[in-house]
Antibody, heavy 127, light 107 residues
Framework: QVHLVQAGAEVKKPGASVKVSCKASGYPFSSYLFNWVRQARGQGLEWMGWINPNSGDTGYAQKFRDRVTITRDTSINTAYMELSSLTSEDTAVYYC????????????????????WGQGTMVIVSS | DIQMTQSPSSLSASVGDRVTITCQASQDISNFLNWFQQKSGKAPNLLIHDASNLQTGVPSRFSGSGSGTHFTLTISSLKPEDIATYYCQQYDNLPLTFGGGTKVEIK
């Protein structure tokens, strides 16, 4: 069975960083992109960025570009999302999701058809 | 960024009703549109990809249509297990963007 398993909840102080993990199993790790999506309590879904686990190529939403780093460790089939300079507005559930790559005219980016999601990691930013 | 506007933001319908949710894109996105269902406390679940293609395992009472800037998600006969929030999402251009969601409740 295909699974994405995320680490447990994190509590951080303002100004700190958080690194959330997402371990894949049940399929070839490099065959899908990893995406990160967050959701503040009672709010909608917000896409943050992606990584190609095969090449290591990444892309980030402009909103997060200065603060987010997405990496992967192919030896343990795990992707990571690190967010720095946390504020209370970063309090949210963070999801990883796998999805295919869409290529058009030599430009490739995530196809948003996220068919498998992690269970989410709650990140609380509080002093 | 491409803005995705869903309507209504919430609706209440009876079991067996036909339910329609609309999603409007701020620019032409062809058919690069997906629909997700999110039940309370759970991760989203992909229902429809590429505007009208039913994801494997999703009940046939769900359907999607549209292209360009106007899209719809239809539940042909509402069931109690369809209580959830539904989101559209475009992937024509980065950043990927979601609509604000439509909360579906049982009357």
């Amino acid at each position: 069975q295909v699974h994405l398993v995320q680490a447990g909840a994190e509590v951080k102080k303002p100004g700190a960083s958080v690194k959330v993990s997402c371990k894949a199993s049940g399929y070839p790790f490099s065959s899908y992109l990893f995406n990160w999506v967050r959701q503040a309590r009672g709010q909608g879904l917000e896409w943050m960025g992606w990584i190609n686990p095969n090449s290591g190529d990444t892309g980030y939403a402009q909103k997060f570009r200065d603060r987010v780093t997405i990496t992967r460790d192919t030896s343990i089939n795990t992707a990571y999302m690190e967010l720095s300079s946390l504020t209370s507005e970063d309090t949210a559930v963070y999801y990883c999701a796998r999805g295919p790559e869409y290529c058009r005219g030599g430009w490739c980016h995530p196809d948003g058809s996220f068919d498998v999601w992690g269970q989410g990691t709650m990140v609380i930013v509080s002093s | 960024d491409i803005q995705m506007t869903q309507s209504p933001s919430s609706l209440s319908a009876s079991v067996g009703d036909r339910v329609t949710i609309t999603c409007q894109a701020s620019q032409d996105i062809s058919n690069f549109l997906n629909w997700f269902q999110q039940k309370s406390g759970k991760a989203p679940n992909l229902l429809i990809h590429d505007a009208s293609n039913l994801q494997t395992g999703v009940p046939s009472r769900f359907s999607g249509s549209g292209s360009g800037t106007h899209f719809t998600l239809t539940i042909s006969s509402l069931k109690p297990e369809d209580i959830a929030t539904y989101y559209c999402q475009q992937y024509d251009n980065l950043p990927l963007t979601f609509g604000g969601g439509t909360k579906v409740e049982i009357k």
